[in-house]
């Protein structure tokens, strides 16, 4: 199985601030990556897929790079309904696995 | 408007039978693979298994092979997740999803004697 490692697990940010989140794969998966973003309660939603395209209705302040094993989530001008947890996961290969998570808390 | 609508969340004794459902809506059904989900309580996303409801193509995470079952009835566009013993361990909260984008509001299982 290819496994994903987040980092950090989580975080504390302000509103406004500019946040990065990095997911490695211990394979290359080329731009197979998608993030996931879920609060509390609630059923995940899908921000990105393809490692960096924005799924419809998905707000411009979130992007992804990255291609290969390395992989990155930004999240700019930070808004109150951004605190959540967010995962990434691939699908390169079955299982489609997902990393632990990175909680992202207000500060 | 593409949505996924869950059953409604079951309690079941360990060793009973359960089949949760997942239904489409407002696209083509067999046209979009659909994967199952488990967030065991307080946990993280684990990816069970995906079935590609145009032809019943169906794969599994070897963690969750034999334990469950994904199956799909093109009719009634929908998808279901099925236990034949369930365990206490089984409790969790489900969710399907339409690959890399739609998700279910989750389907809540919880298993105690």
């Known amino acids: 199985d290819i496994h994903m490692t987040q980092s950090p697990s989580s975080l504390s940010a302000s509103v406004g601030d500019t946040v990065t989140i990095t997911c490695r794969a211990n394979q290359v998966i080329g731009i197979a990556l998608a993030w996931i973003q879920q609060k509390p309660g609630k059923a995940p939603k899908s921000l990105i897929f393809g490692a960096s395209s924005l799924q419809s209705g998905v707000p411009s302040r979130f992007s992804g790079s990255g291609s290969g094993t390395d992989f990155t989530l930004t999240i700019s001008s930070l808004q109150p309904e951004d605190f959540a947890t967010y995962y990434c996961?691939?699908?390169?290969?079955?299982?489609?696995?997902f990393g632990q998570g990175t909680r992202l808390q207000i500060k | 408007e593409v949505q996924l609508v869950q059953s409604g969340a079951e309690v079941k004794k360990p060793g009973e039978s359960l089949q949760i459902s997942c239904k489409g809506y407002?696209?083509?059904?067999?046209?979009?693979?659909i994967a199952w989900v488990r967030q065991m309580p307080g946990k993280g996303l684990e990816w069970m298994g995906i079935?590609?409801?145009?032809?019943?193509?169906?794969r599994y995470n070897p963690s969750f092979q034999g334990q469950v079952t994904i199956s799909a009835d093109k009719s009634t566009t929908t998808v279901y997740l099925q236990w034949s013993s369930l365990k206490a361990s089984d409790t969790a909260v489900y969710y399907c999803a339409r690959h890399h984008d739609y998700w279910g509001q989750g389907t809540l299982v919880t298993v105690s004697s």
């Open positions: 079935i590609y409801p145009g032809d019943s193509d169906t």
């Open positions: 996961q691939h699908y390169a290969a079955y299982p489609h696995t």
């Open positions: 407002g696209y083509s059904f067999t046209g979009y693979w």
